[in-house]
Each structure stands twice: as C-alpha cells, then as structure tokens.
C-alpha cells in the first residue's frame, strides 16, 4: 500500500491567488535591487558577498529573503539600509538612490537593539525627537505604535521588564513610528523560543494587513518564510547569488491550519531541494567528528 500523499506542483496557484499576485503587480514599485555586487576587501582578503542580485518589491508586498547561513542575507539588508555600501549596481527606494540610512526604511534585528536605560515609550519617542518632532507630538505618536503592537499598557515600563516577544514588538514599533516605506528586518524571531516566535509571526501578518507597509523580511527558517510571504527570494552561499523567486501559492488570510495545507508543503519541499540540494555532498570536513566515536557511558546495551 502507498501511503505518500501527492504534492501539488509549488507553481500551482489557486484563481484567488493568482488573481492576489495581478493585484501586487500592478501596485507601485518600492524598492528596486539592480545588479547589486558586493565584496568585503582587505589587504589579506576579498570576499564575494553578493553577486548581481536582482528583484523588485511592489507596495504592500510582503518579501522573504532565505538562504544558508554566511550566503549574504544580513550584507543585503545592512546594503538596503545603506549601512553598507556595495562595490556595483543599484538600489533605488521609490525610483531614488540609496546612499546611506534614511528614516525611509525602518530596521528590525535579531539583537534588542533597545535602550536599557529609556523606557518603552520614550525608546519609541527616541527617533522622532532625533528627527526634530516636538515632545508631545512624538509622544503620542509612540503610544499609538505601541497600542498597534499591543503594548499600550507598557509603555512606562523598562526593556528589562519585559519579555523577548515583547521587546521585538517594541523594536517593531521604535521602526514604525517613523512612518518608513519599507520594513527591513533581519532574522528578528530568531532569539525567540518556538511558541512565541509563532505568534510573533501571526502578530506581525495583522500589523502588516492593517497599516501601509512593505516588508522584506530575512529569515533562514523555511517555515517562516512561506507562513510570512508573498513572494520568497532563494539566495544560494558563496557568493550570495538568486536562485529562485517563488510566489508562495499559500492562500491568505494565513493561520496554524496553512501550515498543513498541500500547497504549503509543495512549497516547503521546494525550498528544501534549493537550499539542501544534496544532503549526500556534505564535505568529509563535516564528517570528521561522528557521535558514534564519542561515548561517555560503559553500560553497553544500546539506546538505538
Ligand atoms: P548571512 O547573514 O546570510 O549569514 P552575512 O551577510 O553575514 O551572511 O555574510 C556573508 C559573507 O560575507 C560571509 O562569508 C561573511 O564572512 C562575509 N562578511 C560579512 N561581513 C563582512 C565584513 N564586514 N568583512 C568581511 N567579510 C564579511
Ligand atoms: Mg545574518
């Protein structure tokens, strides 16, 4: 008896979501990546990080970039944040130049990257009085970001105080309350345990449904990546280069159910093969410690 399931092909789309994806297209383009390289050089070293990385997020899009650890993931958004120059091609933000950080894209980390010292609402006060908003303005600015994030309650509370969810989710609104056109965010659950990381992705899918933002989101996790995206931009390692742009044929709107569906799972298989490609080439460097050579226990019967 067979009992493998058939996978649908990851390209299948329903009509709902083929029709969701004419509707993203003909949204405007926010950020343009053309030709982007990137090398690290030094008097010892030139890395290749990035080689002739092209896509394109339209309006409202939600963009999930994943690949292998050291493929490039944090060099592209640090470039897109201008944080970090890049050796050739381009980056436009609404058809313009990226040439260095810019209150046009608000930056999410995996790090919390709070103040200790300020409160919740004063760490989201904090890049509006940079900016020269006045005290009362960009108060109440902060407490409507930390009520979309559900924290209103904690406002006068300090980082310590709070939770690793909870301190995402203040980084979530320091980044909003500036009014960005795009949402970068580097592996921001990744500190998270398994149950909270969950809802943080549930919680992020309602702001994102609910405010006018895009997103591009870095991830290593393949779950993440097809629950969160629109579309999933597939970098491979070394030089950090495209492989594949996948529409996600996930049905929206997105829940524990989805992660189930046949649809998610075709994806989930395709996503394996690109960044697993073959599990049987690992390098013998890989190999050169194996667990059976270790044994810290004389009793002899076997757990196997
Ligand atoms: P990822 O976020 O996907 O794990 P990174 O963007 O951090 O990957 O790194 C990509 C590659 O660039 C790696 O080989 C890394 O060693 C190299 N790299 C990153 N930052 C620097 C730097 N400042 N100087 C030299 N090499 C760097
Ligand atoms: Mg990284």
């Given at each position: 008896?067979?009992?493998?399931?058939?996978?649908?092909?990851?390209?299948?789309?329903?009509?709902?979501?083929?029709?969701?994806?004419?509707?993203?297209?003909?949204?405007?383009?926010?950020?343009?990546?053309?030709?982007?390289?990137?090398?690290?050089?030094?008097?010892?070293?030139?890395?290749?990080?990035?080689?002739?990385?092209?896509?394109?997020?339209?309006?409202?899009?939600?963009?999930?970039?994943?690949?292998?650890?050291?493929?490039?993931?944090?060099?592209?958004?640090?470039?897109?944040?201008?944080?970090?120059?890049?050796?050739?091609?381009?980056?436009?933000?609404?058809?313009?130049?990226?040439?260095?950080?810019?209150?046009?894209?608000?930056?999410?980390?995996?790090?919390?990257?709070?103040?200790?010292?300020?409160?919740?609402?004063?760490n989201v006060m904090f890049g509006p009085e940079m900016n020269g908003h006045a005290?009362?303005?960009?108060?109440?600015?902060?407490?409507?970001?930390?009520?979309?994030?559900?924290?209103?309650?904690?406002?006068?509370?300090?980082?310590?105080?709070?939770?690793?969810?909870?301190?995402?989710?203040?980084?979530?609104?320091?980044?909003?309350?500036?009014?960005?056109?795009?949402?970068?965010?580097?592996?921001?659950?990744?500190?998270?345990?398994?149950?909270?990381?969950?809802?943080?992705?549930?919680?992020?899918?309602?702001?994102?449904?609910?405010?006018?933002?895009t997103v591009l989101f870095i991830t290593h996790d393949l779950d993440e990546a097809?629950?969160?995206?629109?579309?999933?931009?597939v970098l491979k390692a070394h030089p950090g280069e495209v492989q594949e742009i996948?529409?996600?044929?996930?049905?929206?709107?997105?829940?524990?159910?989805?992660?189930?569906?046949?649809?998610?799972?075709?994806?989930?298989?395709?996503?394996?093969?690109?960044?697993?490609?073959?599990?049987?080439?690992?390098?013998?460097?890989?190999?050169?410690?194996?667990?059976?050579?270790?044994?810290?226990?004389?009793?002899?019967?076997?757990?196997?």
């Amino acid at each position: 008896m067979n009992n493998e399931i058939k996978l649908p092909s990851y390209l299948e789309q329903s009509d709902a979501v083929r029709s969701r994806f004419d509707r993203i297209n003909q949204r405007e383009i926010i950020l343009e990546v053309r030709n982007l390289c990137k090398h690290f050089a030094s008097k010892h070293s030139n890395v290749e990080a990035l080689r002739n990385i092209n896509f394109k997020i339209h309006r409202r899009e939600f963009v999930c970039v994943i690949g292998p650890s050291g493929c490039g993931k944090s060099t592209l958004v640090r470039t897109l944040a201008g944080l970090e120059g890049h050796s050739s091609g381009e980056v436009l933000l609404d058809d313009k130049p990226v040439q260095g950080p810019g209150q046009d894209r608000g930056m999410v980390f995996q790090g919390y990257s709070l103040f200790p010292w300020l409160t919740v609402k004063r760490n989201v006060m904090f890049g509006p009085e940079m900016n020269g908003h006045a005290r009362d303005e960009a108060e109440r600015d902060a407490l409507l970001w930390l009520d979309l994030v559900g924290l209103g309650k904690f406002a006068n509370a300090y980082p310590h105080q709070l939770s690793g969810g909870m301190r995402q989710r203040v980084a979530i609104a320091r980044a909003l309350v500036n009014q960005p056109r795009i949402l970068l965010m580097d592996e921001p659950f990744g500190a998270l345990d398994a149950m909270t990381r969950a809802k943080m992705q549930t919680h992020l899918l309602d702001i994102w449904r609910n405010i006018d933002i895009t997103v591009l989101f870095i991830t290593h996790d393949l779950d993440e990546a097809i629950y969160l995206a629109d579309r999933i931009l597939v970098l491979k390692a070394h030089p950090g280069e495209v492989q594949e742009i996948i529409e996600v044929p996930v049905p929206r709107t997105r829940g524990p159910v989805s992660l189930t569906s046949p649809e998610f799972l075709a994806t989930k298989a395709r996503l394996e093969k690109l960044i697993h490609p073959d599990e049987a080439q690992e390098s013998e460097e890989d190999e050169v410690v194996k667990p059976h050579m270790i044994r810290f226990t004389n009793v002899t019967d076997n757990v196997d």
